[in-house]
């Protein structure tokens, strides 16, 4: 949301765009080299799941990378969800490694200065709790 891309996908004409803090897609010009008849669909993503995305593959899957692939993977889910097709495959790609922006975007405190920490601070009770039943009392 808010690049470039996203007028683009529906009129065909280029815009300035909107304000977004995704790094890395979307940028000042269209691609020439674009073939836009072999794509299908646009998925629009906000910053806020792009970033608790990334944060979420960090933090779950230790997996070090940046909003932009943040957005493909929220992208992909969606896809997924919405496929009707058992045998369907959803392939998508983590295209970066995260270090220009995982500072500012998805660590703590990057995400808590744009409200995008919907979870509680972790505590010991809850990594305690989290642990499997042969945790010591």
Known sequence: MGSIYTDFARTRQQSDGQ?????????????RRLHWDVIDEWVLVSDKDAMQMARRLSKEEGLFVG???GVNVVAALDVARRSDDPKAMVVTVLADTGEPTSARSTTRSGCARTSWIDDERPTVGRLVAAK???APP
């Open 67 to 69: 909003g932009s692939t």
């Open 132 to 134: 499997n039943s042969d």
């Open 19 to 31: 304000p977004y803090k995704v790094e890395g897609i979307g940028g000042d010009k269209i691609p």
